[in-house]
């Protein structure tokens, strides 16, 4: 049989004893907000601490600051090679690091921000100028390359393109 040790966790919390404790350490309403400096980034960092404010180099030196700065050991599980910061720019939208590919940009970003905790700036959308066919018998639309069926092809037109709903046949 084998005997599992379970460990206690000890928060450093202090929990207000009553009411009228909790009352006293609450800010009053308009009391003003403190605001965070954005660093702004450079091409080599996109690591950046929250909590200290710093654009860190590296992945792997980004991790080492969570651990001996923070006393937080980051799940790096997914991560195959610490080592290797992923790029950013790749074309295919892999990640060197994981060894994973991702099927487009929003995605590969999203991967980089919530696994390897880059900062990133947001990307822009190529917005088209074209306009799609509001009469397309088959509710397609061509320039998002989607179907639609009747209802959700004119609410899509509208949210989409902007494209005024009285311009469509019923």
Same mark, same amino acid.
């Given at each position: *049989?084998?005997?599992?040790?379970?460990?206690?966790?000890?928060?450093? /919390?202090? %929990?207000?004893?009553?009411? *009228? !404790?909790?009352?006293? +350490?609450?800010?009053?309403? +308009?009391?003003? %907000?403190?605001?965070?400096?954005? %660093?702004? *980034? +450079?091409?080599?960092?996109? =690591?950046?601490?929250?909590?200290?404010?710093?654009?860190?180099?590296?992945?792997?030196?980004?991790?080492? @600051? /969570?651990?001996?700065?923070?006393?937080?050991?980051?799940?790096?599980?997914? &991560?195959? @090679?610490?080592? %290797?910061?992923?790029?950013?720019?790749?074309?295919? =939208?892999?990640?060197?690091?994981?060894?994973?590919? @991702?099927? !487009?940009?929003?995605?590969?970003?999203? @991967?980089?921000?919530?696994?390897?905790?880059?900062?990133?700036?947001?990307?822009?959308?190529?917005?088209?100028?074209?306009?799609?066919?509001?009469?397309?018998? !088959?509710?397609?639309?061509?320039?998002?390359?989607?179907? =639609? &069926?009747?209802?959700? =092809?004119?609410?899509? /037109?509208?949210?989409?393109?902007?494209?005024? /709903?009285?311009?469509?046949?019923?």
């Amino acid at each position: *049989m084998t005997v599992v040790k379970q460990e206690e966790t000890v928060l450093d /919390l202090k %929990i207000p004893a009553n009411i *009228m !404790d909790l009352q006293a +350490n609450q800010q009053p309403e +308009n009391a003003p %907000i403190k605001e965070t400096k954005v %660093i702004p *980034m +450079n091409k080599d960092n996109y =690591f950046y601490c929250r909590r200290c404010n710093i654009n860190i180099k590296g992945c792997k030196e980004y991790y080492d @600051h /969570l651990r001996s700065e923070h006393h937080i050991k980051p799940n790096i599980s997914r &991560v195959r @090679h610490v080592d %290797i910061q992923p790029d950013i720019d790749d074309p295919n =939208f892999y990640c060197r690091s994981c060894e994973k590919s @991702h099927p !487009d940009k929003p995605i590969y970003y999203t @991967h980089l921000k919530r696994i390897h905790h880059m900062l990133l700036q947001p990307f822009k959308t190529k917005k088209s100028k074209a306009l799609p066919d509001p009469n397309n018998p !088959d509710f397609y639309c061509t320039v998002c390359k989607k179907g =639609f &069926v009747k209802s959700t =092809f004119k609410r899509h /037109l509208f949210l989409t393109h902007k494209m005024n /709903l009285y311009d469509i046949k019923k």
